[in-house]
């Protein structure tokens, strides 16, 4: 394994993410055996770990290729894969120049939702000699990015058809609206087969078929096969899921794969622990849990992080026995993995009890 050490955890200065990489693993074949089982590509998104370690087990997993939002994802991880889509618009000359001079290997698809993005995209590909994929961007409810229309659809897709330097492949969408836990999803899910096949349906009597719809996230991963005509899946939390993957029901407690070690510096104030780590390790993001907090502790999930400053982290011990001592460790799953895992400049991991990989957050920044 590269980066292989031989640091004991609780030799690590805190604080520091923790990856258990049997957790890992376990996660990676799940949703291998479920993409297969229903006929389903698997494209994970690469900006939750942005680790090439990483994203080189869920290709050796059985992943068709990675997902990425920013060129310094797409150029670290361009490192160990060679089918790369940026589900993100392409829009300016800096990024597209660092889009163009990935290795020639690589195949490159992009997401758009303008005519303005398919233009920077048309002409800084030709102008490079390669040829770029396309994705129309559909809005399907989230209401962040996409056509509004299958009209919108059917017209920007014609449009990149006589476009040089990219080739039509398909529509992409992203269901980031639906955060219901999982048993609460079937009536959005029947109307995103709905809308999905209104667009589909407009396409192909236009000649214009896809033959990539790319779709899905980690709340929604395991009833991916509910919505028709999707033929790829981008889950990204799920490689390490977080508080937020529980509370929806797409993993069980134990199937998280990310903590971020801290220590105890302060039990003076009555009901309340102090650890070292904060915002900053840990992310400022809500969770979707009503009890609130901004995390959780790994070995003791009803001990939630009640409050967060940049350096201090609160953990509301008011209601358990437990009382650790002043230097003790404990681990804490944050409501959000994405954002945690962007603060942190490597990834310790473990296997089992044994020793600790140390991978780089390369892929950090633009």
């Not at 790369?84 to 001079?101: E, H, I």
Request: glycine share 10%; hydrophobic share 40%.
């Amino acid at each position: 394994m590269r980066g292989m050490d031989a640091t004991p955890l609780d030799s690590l200065a805190t604080p520091a993410a923790v990856v258990d990489l049997d957790r890992v693993e376990a996660n990676l074949r799940r949703v291998a055996d479920y993409a297969r089982e229903h006929g389903l590509r698997w494209r994970p998104h690469t900006k939750t770990h942005k680790t090439a370690e990483l994203t080189a087990l869920q290709l050796q997993a059985g992943a068709s290729g990675v997902t990425v939002a920013t060129p310094r994802e797409a150029e670290v991880m361009a490192t160990v894969a060679d089918d790369v889509l940026l589900a993100y618009p392409p829009v300016g000359a800096a990024r597209l120049a660092r889009l163009m001079a990935l290795p020639r290997h690589v195949r490159l698809t992009v997401a758009l939702d303008s005519r303005e993005a398919l233009e920077g995209v048309s002409r800084a590909a030709h102008e490079a000699g390669r040829e770029v994929g396309v994705l129309v961007e559909l809005d399907m409810g989230m209401r962040r990015v996409g056509v509004q229309s299958p009209e919108d659809a059917v017209s920007l897709a014609r449009a990149v058809s006589s476009a040089h330097g990219v080739r039509l492949r398909g529509v992409i969408f992203y269901p980031g609206h639906v955060r219901a836990p999982r048993a609460e999803q079937g009536p959005v899910l029947r109307e995103q087969s709905s809308r999905l096949g209104t667009v589909l349906d407009a396409l192909s009597a236009a000649g214009l078929k896809p033959e990539v719809v790319s779709g899905g996230s980690t709340p929604t991963l395991w009833r991916s096969h509910e919505v028709a005509g999707l033929t790829e899946i981008r889950p990204g939390i799920n490689v390490l899921n977080d508080r937020n993957s529980t509370f929806v029901g797409a993993c069980e407690w134990r199937e998280c794969a990310y903590s971020v070690l801290a220590t105890v510096v302060s039990t003076a104030v009555p009901g309340q622990v102090v650890i070292d780590a904060g915002s900053k390790a840990l992310a400022k993001e809500e969770g979707l849990d009503p009890a609130g907090g901004y995390g959780a502790l790994l070995d003791r999930p009803e001990v939630l992080v009640r409050g967060l400053s940049e350096e201090h982290g609160l953990l509301d011990v008011s209601t358990t026995p437990w009382r650790p001592r002043i230097g003790e460790r404990v681990r804490v799953v944050p409501n959000h993995v994405c954002a945690s895992v962007n603060l942190h400049e490597r990834l310790h991991v473990l296997r089992g009890d044994g020793g600790v990989a140390t991978w780089s957050v390369a892929a950090r920044g633009w």
